[in-house]
């Protein structure tokens, strides 16, 4: 069976069905694999073959890593059945895959896998198979490859002599696994076993000299020189000609002893005629050639062949590159020091440190200025290895030092070694012995001053001491080197680096800032900063006089733009001025600077010589401005989050940097997990806080274990806290308002209000306290009124409430600090609402309700939105007139509907209880399309119902809907009965008396040029008003003119800022409109959803406009366009906006598909191609309304000649459209339902509803 | 059924459970092709598997079956793709597992009349192709409309031949 699928496949690749041969070795493999689980061992032989065939067959096409599957399962099916040979094949493919794949790690594992398995080889014997185990020449083969790469590529040598090792010992007679292992173990300086794998080697290739000259290294390090020189001695022999192996062998005998040997093989090495190369490209045989005369020069030298020496040195001097030039004259150098002629010797050692300055240079010439008993130039030499090897310095000026104890230029030089090998205390006890010598020597005292900050490697004694003083006195030295050497540029950086960080510790900038009011500065010299550095001097004179204070951010930002190249003193200015924003709740403005300052973080944290090493030798130092300022950040960071209301935010910005040892940070920290939530969590910081808090942080405490306990809703543990401690605080403090308002919340969960009446009596608010304390007082009191059945006392109180609501909203400074004022007290609104409603005072209730929606729309600049009072009379003079008001309040847990009546005063309230987000919910689930009306006029006609109870047919119903009622065509289920006009709130009727007659219209129309219809519904509107529309591009803002009726036909836009898009790239947004004097009476919106931007059309109610047509969604073009149309005409004729509206909808629904083709085909004439051609589609839709689908087919059809050499997307779209539609009407036609031209294809509410009217409906 | 079932066999499953499709998966449980009775009927050579003739199925057309209604543009999308190929069917899959076969005649039955291109509105483009994907490596081409784009608007893999990798929007 396998075999035949196998040759199936085969033949299919031979007949190029490649795809075919892949699944049919893929099913075959498929049944083998279910063969094999279920037993069957002459499945695993097929199972072999067909993963090597699929293997193959998706080589091409397959990633090598998409290509491991197949063979990790044969693995596993191997592993099972106990099949090694089958099992290594897998094994040794997938380390190939896995290395082509770039995974060179789990190809070693496998290579690995592969080498345990190796001696478990065989064959593998099926019914009618027989398959070798893979031979080893390929395992040979792959093993090399994985062991090349990890030794080329990765150079992992730990995994190549690991693998290498087991490798060697399955193939033994292979140079490849002793080569890798012979080199890796020298890599990693394993020479004994490198020894015993390059030995291996060298048998194995007995004429390759590498291998040897590889050993011989191994056996030098080993301590086998002489095996090291025979190893050299073969390779030589092979490669007579290698002039690298002479040197290496040269190099041998030198270092064992035997320089006439080592000279034979140089003076080979040297004879070599090698030209010095030009241009400054190394040559590595001239490089060899001079390495070879510089180690010749060493072993005349040693041989006392100083003459010799001499004059090949002088002969090099002159002759050779740099480097050599320079090791001949160390050589000089030597030979005149050794002859006693320093003179001669601090020549040429000079001439050695004028071609390349070495430490080994400068030791040989301090050395040499010492015999001379010039010891200010020897400490100046080893004074300038400090800057090569600090330790060396220390270590040799150490013995100068010793040698001559009271040179004070050796005792400075010592103490910079020391402070540069970073042992600051030693280097102050050498520095302190030199400034008694050296008192002047500005050296001294700034290195003094930097010792007292920098670490030591040498103890933590010294770093353990690291502290405020420590930093003062730095300040103080290099204060006082500043002034000792004025021009000299290193104490002043440094004082001005050490400045700008210490200040971000509080106890330096205090005591910097009060020092600058002390005669003669501070410290040990009387340091006087303002004289060292005028500028920072002046800085802190400037902040001591204002940052004390409350500045305000202009002040602090004068300060800041004096500030340059200080960026932790600026930053720590930044943090101030956002401190000031924050008290005036410019909580962008704060965040800005507070970002500003984080990244003065990275600043910290460089030396003040170099910008971009990391400050390791001042670490104490960095860590302690570091974590100041950190936390500083994160303080003010979190704040500003928390009055964003960010307040996860917030705790991750104060887990960022707040710690745990101060009582600030950890409060504010407990504070926030309060409020996200986490109060187990803050309730765990308190006895930590406990620890922390003074006397003064004892009642902060005390409130927050008492919100803690509210939080957890743990009431009688809240009472206990409140009650111990309220009795210790002023009665009329700010602290005692904060207590009894959490104890009233306290009350009023336990259901005590009598409790809280009786608390509020005892308490009563300070005259002057804070509006918010005041308000949450009279909203709580009358809560516990309600609670005690005094309804009309609790509506006094949530009015009360309100009042300061109101006045504080007025005073807020932008439209959505306004806003969030609003939502967070619209639970005062609801309950002063009910609390209306049970006392019967219904007036008042609808009053309050209007109160609650006027705050809900934008405002226009420089207007209250809470006319209030003076507007409901319009509503209420309107409701004479043959009108019903119909407001809706959406409350938490209740729909309220208020009925004003004609001629009554009072409302009819009706309530349901209801959640509003299930009740709206499935509206929004689906487009207004898929509207069911029977199951929307079930679910919402009881809401509009007892509204027909209160009026005639024919009366306008005045809705105000609430909340996500807005977006519901509430309007429909009245649509046979009564006209309906919305009003946003009660409160925002009509403005002003607008026009009421409709001669004059500017109908805007099409401004992108893309959108036939809505071009098409522009000219019809005009027509009504005989006048002539701007389309396309002359659809612009400054059209925008007095009329009686605007009407824009245009694409709209719904984000975050709605617009109207006109032509030009000019929009309409809802802050334009409100600086616009609009004269017009009457605002049509026919953009898409521009319901869904109920903020555009209120935009315009408040710029003055009476009434404004707008959609609920989107709309189709067509529909619409009739419905424009007829309604302009019926308002023309005199009939009122409302009735006018509910007319033309009803008309619209009534329309039947013949008198849609009528329309169509009589618009036809005379229309241009592009209009022609969506009329033509218009008709194709009516007729497939109608079920005539053949008629829709030939009109679609007629659309491509009428479009003939029309050009433009307009006309793209529209031939698009026509053949998408023939497409569709083909598949249509094979289920053709009966044809029937009464049907009405815009009865669905989808087209009539859309559109509702607002504002004045008359 | 396994692709590697032969067409006689098929033929007798299909007709003992008189079932109108069946659905030739892969080893790998990708869906290879639907087959009717006319399909299963012109597979001439019934000791061949089903692979073997795979060449000769209809074009496969998988439809994501999350979420289980067809939006009106999803419809009129793939109503235009089975006049388009011709198509006798479509394959619905639900967490890559083939769920049902929808016969042609009941999309065109469920194409409703008053909308045949969509509605003509005023926001967006009402061109804008639905998330259909052709393999062009499938012979002949198949297609897929996974109703939900993939994570970072990826074109899904052919879900018919597991190599042919990334298929392509069908423009």
Redesign the interface.
């Given at each position: 069976m396998f075999a035949d699928?196998l040759a199936?496949a085969r033949q299919?690749l031979a007949e190029g069905?490649h795809?075919?041969a892949?699944?049919?070795v893929?099913?075959?493999?498929?049944?083998a694999r279910r063969r094999c689980d279920r037993g069957d061992g002459d499945a695993l032989a097929w199972t072999v073959v067909l993963t090597t065939e699929f293997d193959a067959l998706?080589e091409d096409?397959?990633e090598p890593a998409?290509r491991t599957r197949p063979w990790e399962e044969l693995r596993a099916l191997a592993r099972r059945a106990g099949a090694a040979p089958a099992e290594l094949g897998s094994v040794l493919r997938l380390a190939v895959l896995h290395l082509r794949a770039d995974r060179p790690e789990v190809a070693a594992e496998h290579a690995a896998a592969v080498l345990d398995l190796v001696p478990r080889n065989g064959v593998l014997r099926a019914d009618g198979v027989e398959i070798e185990g893979p031979d080893p020449t390929t395992i040979h083969e792959v093993l090399a490859d994985v062991a090349h790469d990890l030794y080329y590529r990765r150079e992992d040598f730990d995994a190549v002599e690991a693998l290498a090792g087991a490798f060697a010992g399955h193939f033994p007679d292979s140079p490849i696994p002793w080569y890798f292992l012979g080199h890796s173990a020298a890599r990693l300086e394993h020479h004994d076993d490198a020894v015993r794998a390059l030995t291996r080697l060298a048998e194995l290739v007995p004429d390759a000299p590498g291998p040897l000259v590889a050993l011989s290294g191994s056996l030098f390090h080993v301590d086998r020189r002489q095996e090291a020189v025979a190893a050299l001695d073969q390779a030589i022999a092979l490669a007579p000609d290698e002039a690298r192996y002479r040197y290496f062998r040269a190099r041998v005998h030198a270092a064992d002893g035997r320089a006439e040997e080592a000279l034979a093989d140089l003076d080979d090495v040297i004879g070599v005629p090698v030209p010095r190369p030009r241009g400054g490209r190394p040559d590595p045989a001239r490089e060899l050639v001079d390495l070879a005369a510089v180690l010749r020069l060493n072993l005349l030298v040693d041989l006392g062949r100083t003459g010799e020496a001499g004059a090949e040195a002088r002969v090099l001097a002159d002759t050779a590159d740099e480097p050599t030039a320079g090791a001949a004259y160390a050589v000089l150098g030597e030979l005149a020091f050794d002859a006693g002629d320093h003179r001669r010797a601090i020549v040429c050692f000079t001439a050695q440190l004028d071609l390349h300055e070495s430490a080994e240079a400068l030791l040989s010439r301090a050395a040499t200025y010492e015999a001379a008993d010039l010891l200010d130039a020897a400490a100046a030499d080893l004074d300038a290895v400090t800057a090569h090897d600090p330790d060396l310095a220390v270590e040799v000026l150490s013995g100068l030092r010793e040698r001559h104890p009271t040179h004070a230029g050796t005792a400075k030089a010592l103490g910079h070694a020391l402070l540069r090998a970073l042992d600051p205390a030693r280097a102050v006890e050498e520095l302190a012995a030199a400034h008694r010598r050296l008192p002047d020597d500005w050296q001294v005292v700034a290195w003094l001053g930097l010792a007292a900050i920098t670490h030591s490697a040498a103890g933590d004694d010294w770093n353990a001491g690291f502290g405020s003083r420590r930093v003062l006195d730095a300040v103080a030295r290099l204060t006082d080197a500043v002034l000792l050497a004025p021009d000299e540029p290193y104490p002043r950086r440094h004082l001005r680096w050490l400045v700008d960080r210490a200040c971000a510790w509080p106890p330096v900038l205090e005591f910097l800032l009060a020092a600058r009011d002390v005669p003669r500065g501070f410290g040990p010299g009387g340091a006087d900063l303002a004289a060292a550095l005028p500028d920072v001097d002046d800085l802190l004179t400037r902040w001591s006089r204002v940052v004390p204070g409350e500045p305000a951010p202009a002040d602090l930002a004068a300060l800041r733009s004096g500030v340059r190249d200080l960026p932790v003193l600026g930053a720590l200015l930044d943090l101030r001025t956002a401190d000031a924003h924050l008290r005036r709740c410019q909580v962008s403005e704060a965040l800005g600077l507070v970002a500003e300052a984080e990244r003065a973080l990275l600043d910290v944290g460089r030396p003040p010589l170099a910008d971009l090493l990391p400050d390791l030798d001042h670490r104490e130092l960095v860590a302690v401005v570091h974590a100041e300022l950190r936390k500083a950040v994160a303080a003010r960071g979190s704040r500003a989050l928390h009055r964003l209301g960010d307040l996860e935010g917030a705790l991750e910005a104060a887990d960022h940097g707040l710690g745990d040892d101060d009582f600030d940070d950890l409060y504010q920290r407990a504070v926030l997990l309060r409020d996200v939530g986490r109060v187990d969590e803050a309730v765990g910081r308190l006895p930590r806080l406990a620890e922390l808090a003074t006397d003064a942080d004892r009642t902060r405490l005390a409130n927050l274990e008492a919100t803690l306990h509210l939080s957890r809703r743990d009431f009688d543990a809240a009472a206990d806290v409140l009650e111990r401690v309220l009795p210790t605080v002023a009665p009329d403090s700010y602290d005692a308002s904060v207590f009894v308002g959490n104890l009233i919340s306290v009350h009023l969960e336990r259901d005590e209000p009598a409790r809280v009446l009786d608390l509020v009596d005892r308490y009563p608010l300070p005259a002057c306290a804070q509006p918010s304390l005041l308000l949450d007082r009279y909203a709580m009191r009358a809560v516990a009124l309600c609670g005690l059945g005094d309804h009309r006392g609790a509506a006094d109180g949530f009015r009360a409430a309100l009042e300061i609501a109101e006045d504080v909203r007025a005073g807020l400074p932008d439209r959505e600090s306004r806003s969030s004022w609003q939502a967070t007290h619209l639970w005062v609104y609801e309950q002063a609402v009910l609390a209306s409603l049970a006392d019967g005072d219904l007036v008042g209730a609808l009053e309050l309700v209007g109160r609650a929606k006027a705050h809900a729309f934008p405002e226009r600049p420089g207007h209250r939105a809470a006319a209030v009072s003076a507007q409901r009379l319009d509503v209420a003079v309107a409701v004479r007139g043959g009108c019903v008001l119909a407001e809706f309040y959406v409350a938490a847990d209740r729909v309220l509907l208020f009925v004003l009546t004609p001629g009554s005063a009072r409302p009819v309230v009706y309530q349901w209880a209801a959640d509003p987000d299930e009740l709206v919910g499935w509206f929004f689930d689906r487009s207004a399309?898929e509207l069911d009306p029977d199951a929307f006029a079930e679910a919402f006609g009881p809401l509009v119902a007892p509204i027909t109870d209160h009026c005639a047919p024919g009366d306008v119903v005045l809705l105000v809907p609430h909340g996500e009622l807005h977006h519901l065509p509430l309007h429909a289920l009245l649509l046979d009965r009564n006209p309906v006009c919305r009003l946003p709130s009660s409160g925002l009727g009509h403005g002003r008396p607008g026009r009421r007659e409709w001669r004059t219209a500017l109908v805007l129309g099409d401004p992108g040029g893309d959108?036939a219809?809505?071009r098409r519904e522009a000219e019809a509107v005009a027509e009504v008003f005989g006048t002539r529309p701007a389309l396309g591009g002359e659809a612009t803002r400054d059209r925008l003119s007095d009329a009686d009726v605007i009407h824009l036909a245009?694409?709209?836009r719904f984000d975050d800022d709605p617009a109207v898009l006109l032509a030009d790239g000019h929009e309409l947004t809802v802050q334009d409109v409100l600086g616009l004097e609009i004269g017009a009476g009457l605002v049509t919106l026919a953009?898409?959803?521009s319901g869904a931007g109920e903020e555009l059309a209120h935009a315009v109610l408040h710029a003055g406009v009476p009434s404004v047509v707008m959609s609920l969604w989107?709309?189709?073009?067509?529909s619409t366009s009739l419905l424009m149309a007829d309604f302009y005409a019926r308002a023309r004729s005199g009939a009122g906006l409302a009735v006018a509206l509910r007319d033309a909808q009803s008309a619209l629904a009534a329309t039947t598909a013949r008198e849609v083709v009528a329309h169509c085909d009589e618009r036809l004439a005379g229309a241009d191609p592009v209009t022609a051609a969506?009329l033509l589609?218009d008709r194709?839709?009516a007729q497939?309304?109608a079920?005539d689908?053949v008629g829709?087919a030939a009109s679609c059809r007629e659309v491509d000649p009428v479009l003939a050499g029309t050009r433009g997307p307009s006309a793209g779209?529209l031939r698009?459209?026509a053949a998408?539609?023939l497409?569709?009407?083909?598949?249509?036609a094979?289920?053709a339902?009966p044809v029937d031209y009464a049907t009405r294809?815009f009865a669905?509410p989808y087209h009539w509803a859309a559109f509702v009217l607002v504002g004045d409906w008359r | 059924m396994r692709d590697d079932v032969e067409v006689g066999q098929a033929r007798a499953a299909r007709e003992r459970v008189n079932a109108e499709f069946i659905v030739v998966v892969t080893s790998d449980g990708n869906p290879l092709g639907v087959l009717g009775v006319p399909e299963l009927a012109e597979l001439a050579a019934t000791s061949e598997t089903l692979t073997a003739v795979a060449h000769l199925f209809p074009t496969l057309v998988v439809v994501g079956g999350d979420p289980d209604e067809l939006a009106p543009d999803e419809l009129f999308d793939l109503a235009e793709l089975v006049v388009r190929e011709r198509l006798r069917f479509v394959l619905v899959e639900r967490d890559g597992q083939p769920a049902g076969v929808v016969p042609r005649a009941a999309i065109a039955d469920a194409l409703p009349l008053d909308a045949l291109d969509g509605l003509a509105v005023r926001t967006g483009n009402p061109m804008v192709p639905a998330l259909r994907y052709v393999c062009r490596k499938c012979a002949p081409p198949s297609f897929q409309l996974p109703r939900v784009p993939a994570e970072g608007g990826r074109p899904p893999n052919c879900r018919r031949v597991f190599f042919h990798g990334a298929t392509e929007p069908d423009a």
């Open positions: 699928r199936s299919a069905n795809d075919q892949v699944l049919i893929g099913s075959g493999l498929a049944e998706t096409v397959l998409e399309r959108c219809h809505a245009c694409r709209a953009a898409c959803e989107e709309v189709d073009d067509l969506a589609l194709a839709g497939a309304a079920g689908v829709a779209r698009a459209r998408r539609r497409t569709l009407l083909a598949l249509k094979e289920s339902p294809p669905h | -």
